[in-house]
């Protein structure tokens, strides 16, 4: 079972508001995913870190979202001002370096009033 | 164009018969094929993956993969399911050309009926 956790596990915010989700990835993997998934269960990548590198990210995540995995703290992703659009459930997950596998989180279910 | 697929949106079964959940892809290069359970408002489950090897892999809770390069497919299949295999099941690719992301498929409901 995957040690990945997520909080808040919901998230309500109006529109224009911040939206800000942490992540703690499991230990002894540095790195670290954000997914969206919608409520047509179709999955966006938005970015992902290696230790406190961002490796890719979408152009999405470029403007409205921001993400860091600092040193020693939870990471984290944040929306600056939510959109309707943005309500999807946001998954975090983390792998070992050279490892395939991603393991998920429970996810962060935002709802944009 | 890089897709994956899954042709069934819903498969319904019976306690203990078996299920095949069905899964292709269209991808060049090198590929991570795994597939991964959500039961309902929960996060993502790792079933098991293939990169080489056996084609056929087994994973956690009686699930089995085979992967087949010619009919580029990576099927999820168990032979006795029970009620609590009901879920949404999803395949997932990771290719070496897309970086280190995951690819996902639209998934399968799976309902178990007692």
């Known amino acids: 079972n995957s040690k990945v956790i997520q909080t808040p596990r919901y998230l309500v915010k109006g529109q224009g508001q911040k939206a800000k989700m942490r992540c703690i990835p499991e230990k002894g993997h540095p790195v670290v995913f954000w997914y969206q998934q919608n409520k047509n269960n179709e999955f966006k990548f938005l970015i992902n870190?290696?230790?406190?590198?961002?490796?890719?990210q979408i152009d999405m995540t470029e403007k409205r979202f921001s993400a860091e995995c600092p040193s020693n703290s939870p990471c984290s992703l944040e929306i600056q001002s939510s959109e309707a659009g943005d309500s999807a459930l946001y998954l975090c997950?983390?792998?070992?370096?050279?490892?395939?596998?991603?393991?998920f989180g429970p996810g962060t279910r935002l709802l944009v009033l | 164009t890089q897709t994956v697929s899954q042709s069934d949106a819903h498969v319904t079964v019976f306690e203990g018969d078996s299920v095949e959940l069905r899964c292709n892809y269209s991808?060049?290069?090198?590929?991570?094929l795994s597939w991964y359970i959500q039961h309902h408002g929960r996060g993502l489950q790792f079933l098991l993956k293939?990169?080489?090897?056996?084609?056929v892999v087994q994973g956690v809770n009686g699930f089995k993969a085979e992967f087949s390069k010619s009919d580029s497919s990576f099927h999820l299949r168990k032979a006795s399911v029970h009620w609590s295999d009901s879920a949404v099941y999803f395949c997932a690719v990771r290719s070496t050309s897309s970086g280190q992301k995951l690819v996902f498929g639209q998934g399968t409901i799976l309902k178990v009926y007692l």
């Open positions: 997950a983390s792998s070992g370096q050279n490892q395939d596998t991603q393991y």
């Open positions: 293939y990169y080489s090897g056996n084609p």
């Open positions: 991808y060049g290069g090198s590929i991570y």
């Open positions: 870190f290696q230790n406190q590198e961002v490796l890719q």
